[in-house]
């Protein structure tokens, strides 16, 4: 990576004031570019969606490890809730969705409430032996009464296929049909997944993040309070594929501490720790024994840590800087914070990082853990909230004292409820996912790079005014 001659300025940047020029290339078309990175962590896309409970659960996890990201699980998720996320996620397919499914006796109504849990936008009724015998979509519970069961409104003419049918084969199955999902049967009948048009369309673009026994990655935190190495290994012995130890201001002590515990154990699997923003906040964690190092105070949509505190640092020239420290040790960083545009994703890995880590950003998709609501102009949008927030501390300490947690509510950086709208054009992860690497593909083909340690090594970089960002929005709705 560098500037354009002369233009380094003497402060730091974030995202928005940097722009990349484009290069000659002889890269033919986005779908050249290798996204897959080299950090250890398996992912075949540069996307984590980061450990808020409000964004990372089961249905998130399974979804966007299917297309090559991972998911980190939040600390504050007890150990056998955690086991338990993290054996679902390893039994799902690396091609079909969950489905929904009800009873053909289900109500009208819980079908409703169930829809939104899945971005395929239907239940699959089945009888007692687990066997599809109807779809029921949003559109065919409109204006029927609330209480007349699912057998009464199901579709029963729907496509069918076996489970290891070939996702072109299923494509071309429902363009004959005119349908937007397959509905997926175990040899024995059973009802197994759902796979749409779209989904068999990605199904060939994208890479699951799998471990190796093939089952899709999923990766867990933990904090640095308590018996930490216990539950790190008990998340290892569940299966997790990477150990978040996270903390807000990551370059402390008793991080340090906590981090060489858990690297003494030996667990086999990539170490990430953060958070930092200073090269040298990099090389003391790397010593203690992170692999990967979690780059970013401040810059997320939820957290209020810098107009708290005036601590942090402009996001992008904390990612350079970290980066550049870590890659003389050999480890490598993630971008925690502050993305908001494919643009951005795409300047952090410029910049030298080796993943990008995403939160609020997917807090208003379907497959976050929230309840989708609708506000009064009917927009749906989910809640979120930072894990320093008034609301999140509360969670992780139910377990004290009435008094401690009475003191420990007086004290919060972040956010306790926050609106995210759902995107009526990217509705679900699997779309931003689509946005985001469309993005990064294009910003590779731009840089002459095929593949994300090229972009690094080829991005020339300008800095912009305001008004030259402001330049490159587009304007939809004219002047």
């Known amino acids: 990576m560098q500037f354009l001659p002369g233009q380094k300025p003497p402060y730091d940047l974030t995202y928005d004031d940097v722009f990349l020029v484009p290069n ?39 979804t966007v490890a299917r297309r090559g990201g991972v998911v980190v699980l939040p600390q504050d998720l007890p150990l056998a809730a955690a086991a338990d996320t993290i054996g679902f996620v390893k039994s799902r397919s690396l091609i079909a969705d969950t489905p929904v499914s009800l009873n053909p006796d289900h109500s009208v109504s819980e079908a409703i409430a169930l829809i939104h849990k899945r971005a395929h936008g239907a239940v699959v009724v089945v009888d007692d032996a687990g066997r599809p015998v109807g779809v029921v979509t949003e559109a065919a519970c409109a204006d029927v009464d609330r209480f007349a069961r699912l057998h009464e409104v199901a579709a029963t003419d729907f496509v069918q296929a076996p489970v290891d049918t070939s996702p072109r084969a299923v494509f071309d199955a429902l363009e004959a049909a005119h349908a937007e999902l397959a509905v997926l049967t175990a040899p024995d009948g059973a009802l197994a997944g759902i796979l749409t048009r779209t989904g068999a369309i990605r199904a060939g673009i994208y890479q699951p993040a799998v471990d190796a026994a093939g089952a899709l990655r999923v990766a867990a935190a933990v904090g640095i309070n308590g018996d930490v190495a216990a539950k790190a290994k008990a998340l290892v012995d569940a299966g997790a594929d990477l150990l978040v130890i996270d903390t807000a201001h990551g370059h402390q002590t008793k991080m340090l501490e906590t981090l060489r515990a858990v690297a003494d154990l030996g667990l086999g699997v990539p170490l990430v720790a953060g958070n930092v923003v200073s090269a040298q906040g990099t090389r003391d964690l790397a010593a203690a024994g992170a692999d990967i190092v979690k780059v970013g105070v401040g810059p997320g949509a939820m957290c209020t840590t810098r107009m708290m505190t005036g601590v942090g640092r402009p996001q992008f020239s904390a990612v350079a800087e970290c980066a550049a420290a870590a890659r003389e040790l050999g480890v490598h960083v993630w971008a925690d914070g502050g993305v908001r545009h494919p643009r951005d994703v795409a300047l952090a890995l410029a910049a030298g990082a080796a993943n990008v880590m995403i939160g609020s950003w997917f807090a208003g998709t379907y497959e976050s853990p929230g309840d989708l609501r609708l506000d009064r102009d009917g927009n ?56 985001i690497c469309s993005g990064v593909r294009s910003a590779c083909t731009y840089a002459g790079a095929r593949s994300l340690a090229e972009l690094h090594e080829r991005a020339v970089l300008g800095v912009q005014s305001a008004a030259g960002f402001a330049e490159g929005r587009p304007l939809p709705s004219g002047w």
């Open 380 to 435: 749906a949008y989910k809640e979120s909230f930072g894990m320093a927030s008034k609301r999140a501390v509360a969670a992780r300490t139910a377990a004290d004292s009435a008094f401690d947690r009475a003191r420990k509510a007086l004290f919060e950086e972040g956010i306790s409820s926050s609106r995210m709208r759902l995107d009526p054009e990217r509705p679900g992860v699997e779309d931003l996912i689509d946005h």
């Open 24 to 62: 000659r290339t002889d890269v033919a078309s986005r779908f050249d570019v290798d996204l897959a990175t080299a950090d250890g962590s398996g992912t075949t896309i540069p996307l984590v969606v980061a450990n808020m409970t409000a964004v990372a659960g089961r249905r998130m996890a399974e």
